[in-house]
């Protein structure tokens, strides 16, 4: 019975995961970075690799909202940040514990997230993008007006660590990392037949009029993604401030937000995935720059030079330029191949047309 079981749990893996190129490269990315630790030990690497796990939890959030719903947010700092502080506060003021105060963080920034959605029952585009510009500034101006609570400019500082370990903080932020990634993605999927979530957003964001005269409370399904992406931005924020031990303004500083937004597109809209992949990619290029000595004057010219040449060849994001180089689609029945089949894996049908000359 057991071999059976065993058996056919490595024809569903070989089925579902070893046929896919795009699933075998994630697998092997997240064996890497499960085995890091294994191959280097040193401080500076997991680091770099720990807070790039974090802002890739954050990236994704903003992919929620913005790739799969069409809500353009320009202010994503206000989740991040609002998870940061509360964090900060809970566990410096009634010295609650990290894996209470995380929780708590990301549902203090979903409610913060369902006020900064109100204003997406009205507005759409520009207008939307123009007014969650505003909320880190207010909150911001909040922080400043109560430094007693807040700390001010210096913030809250003194934070609990998640643990003494380099290697212990690498493997809990890098496991909720996965967590985290593994249920937006789920939430955002379109062909998944247990969430119906990720299609209802697809269609909110190809045409919100139509998806409402087709049945679809559309005010529902927006503030839901508002509070999803509030969430696992605040569990981002909320992990940042136990393992930097401090919550700041710099949290909710508006190029932060725009940092969200460059990993993302850099990486490809409406993934998941490509956030992950333009955070692994950006974040540790610009930190490993500023380990030369000109590397703090030109670590962003490196950064937008990157942006800028990758984007004029592959405007779509680099995860979706190899995706396409590597996995095609059945025109029958829709199953992902490897690019070099002629033929369709599971119904025969031919992957590649010529054309007539």
């Keep these: 019975m057991i071999r059976k079981y ?28 499960l085995l890091l630790p294994i191959f280097s030990s040193h401080s500076y690497v997991l680091r770099i690799f720990t807070l790039a796990a974090i802002f890739a939890i954050y990236a994704a959030s903003w992919d929620v909202l913005a790739g799969f719903t069409g ?14 502080y509360v964090t900060a506060a809970f566990n410096i003021y009634l010295g609650l514990p990290p894996w209470i105060t995380i929780p708590l ?3 203090c920034a979903v409610l913060v997230g369902l006020v900064a959605g109100l204003p997406a029952l009205r507005l759409r585009g520009f207008y939307l993008s123009l007014v969650t510009l505003g909320f880190p500034i207010i909150l911001m101006g909040l922080i400043y007006v109560f430094p007693d609570y807040t ?8 934070v609990e660590r998640l643990s003494r370990s380099a290697a212990v903080n690498y493997y809990l932020v890098v496991v909720i990392t996965i967590v985290a990634l593994l249920l937006m993605w789920k939430f955002t999927d379109a062909t998944s037949k247990v969430i119906r979530t990720g299609l209802v957003l ?3 964001r190809e045409d919100e009029i139509s998806a409402r005269v087709s049945g679809i409370n559309t005010t529902r399904y927006k503030l839901l993604a508002f509070g999803v992406s509030g969430f696992f931005a605040g569990i981002a924020g909320a992990i940042y401030a136990h393992y930097m031990r401090i919550a700041g303004p710099s949290n909710l500083d508006l190029f932060f937000s725009f940092e969200a937004i460059i990993w993302t597109i850099f990486g490809g809209m409406a ?3 490509g956030s992950v992949v333009g955070v692994f990619i950006l974040f540790p290029l610009v930190e490993f720059v500023r380990l030369y000595q000109w590397g703090d004057q030109f670590r962003y010219i490196v950064l937008a030079s990157t942006v800028i040449v990758i984007l004029l060849f592959m405007p779509e994001g680099i995860s979706v330029w190899v ?4 996995e095609v689609k059945c025109p029958r029945c829709k199953l992902v191949n490897i690019t070099t089949r002629r033929l ?7 992957l590649h047309f010529q054309k007539d000359n």
């Excluded at 809500?71 to 940061?84: H, M, P, R, S």
């Design 151 to 158: 700390g001010g400019e210096m913030g809250l500082y003194g």
């Design 71 to 84: 809500q353009i947010n320009l202010g994503q700092a206000l989740f991040f940040g609002t998870g940061a």
């Design 6 to 33: 065993i058996r056919w749990l490595f024809k569903a893996f070989r089925g579902e995961i070893l046929s896919v190129p795009g699933k075998v490269i994630a697998l092997l990315f997240f064996a890497f970075l």
């Design 271 to 273: 993934t998941i995935y």
């Design 202 to 204: 697809h269609a909110i």
């Design 344 to 350: 369709c894996r599971a119904c025969r049908a031919q």
């Design 105 to 107: 963080g990301g549902i």
């Design 323 to 326: 995706r396409d180089k590597i």
